[in-house]
């Protein structure tokens, strides 16, 4: 049996998050407590009591989503069978990369900060869009955003569940050759942020600055990265992955194959919800010969 360790992005969020693992473990709550001395008190607030609409905020969503996956981490890893890989999808990533040992949990918190404020800075002076197209091949909807200025696809999140992502014009014309082509659901996604889009690029160069000044060691377990959907371990990789995942696609839906393909059968998904776990079934019908389970831990289990 071969595992890996799987940490969630944005919209995972919830009032609550952490707390419940805070509450039965010392390690746990000392994420939360490295946490608020790094980036402030109320962050911690927030992902306790809300309100949802503050917490879902960008800029204190995405820190909050590496805070509650490292206190889950911190409180289930000596339980769990050691990866084969780890993986995170878009800001999840960077649970992954300290998970590998790659990054320093504070380093890995000054980053996410950074990172969200500078996307939602990048949401303002450039307003985007995204909207989760369901129902159609991948290579359909690539041809969409091709004739199309202004969009792309930012997440390959499953077969057939891709997120486009980029100017509003370009979300709304993309989405309307998408229905001509018979995809079977749309979903506007409520941001503007276009994240994994050319309108990063300001924030992506912004943010490359303080990739470089950070420490980053060489991962003890291969990261299967986001833009390449491969795994990796150097320390001159990590950075790369940093520097570019801003602009590129989350490649996940790859990333969950060449995992199945390693033999991987036994999936965690450490943190806030269980979106993963449902992607990584999807993904696995491509895999029949493979007999797979799935774990959610964001929460603990009943007592």
Not at 96 to 113: I, N, P, T
Not at 128 to 152: Q, R
Not at 273 to 282: I, N
Request: net charge negative; glycine share 10%.
């Amino acid at each position: 049996m071969s595992t890996a360790w799987l940490f969630p992005g944005q919209g995972s969020h919830y009032v609550g998050m952490g707390m419940a693992w805070a509450a039965r473990s010392a390690r746990a709550r000392a994420a939360l407590d490295e946490a608020s001395d790094v980036l402030g008190a109320e962050l911690v607030g927030l992902m306790a009591d809300g309100p949802i609409d503050r917490l879902e905020e960008t800029s204190r969503q995405q820190p909050a989503l590496l805070i509650a996956s490292v206190a889950a981490l911190r409180a289930v890893a000596d339980d769990l069978e050691p990866p084969a890989f780890v993986a995170g999808h878009s800001v999840g990533e960077y649970a992954a990369l300290v998970a590998a040992g790659a990054l320093q949990y504070a380093d890995a918190l000054s980053l996410v900060g950074a990172r969200s404020a500078l996307m939602r800075d990048a949401g303002t002076t450039h307003p985007g869009g995204m909207a989760a197209i369901l129902g159609l091949e991948d290579a359909v909807v690539e041809a969409a955003c091709a004739s199309i200025d202004g969009v792309m696809v930012g997440n390959y999140n499953a077969p057939g569940q891709v997120v486009i992502s980029g100017t509003v014009g370009g979300v709304e014309a993309a989405c309307a050759a998408l229905t001509q082509a018979g995809a079977k659901r749309i979903v506007p996604i409520r941001i503007t942020v276009a994240a994994h889009s050319h309108l990063m690029a300001e924030a992506a160069s912004a943010f490359g600055a303080l990739v470089d000044a950070v420490s980053v060691a060489d991962a003890g377990v291969p990261v299967m990265a986001n833009v390449s959907a491969r795994p990796i371990t150097s320390s001159a990789e990590v950075r790369t992955e940093m520097r570019d995942q801003l602009t590129h696609a989350v490649r996940w839906t790859a990333g969950i194959e060449a995992m199945l393909a390693a033999g991987v059968t036994t999936f965690y998904e450490i943190g806030p919800g269980a979106v993963l776990g449902g992607l990584v079934k999807r993904t696995a019908r491509g895999f029949p010969d493979a007999a797979i389970t799935v774990h959610a831990l964001g929460e603990p289990p009943s007592a």
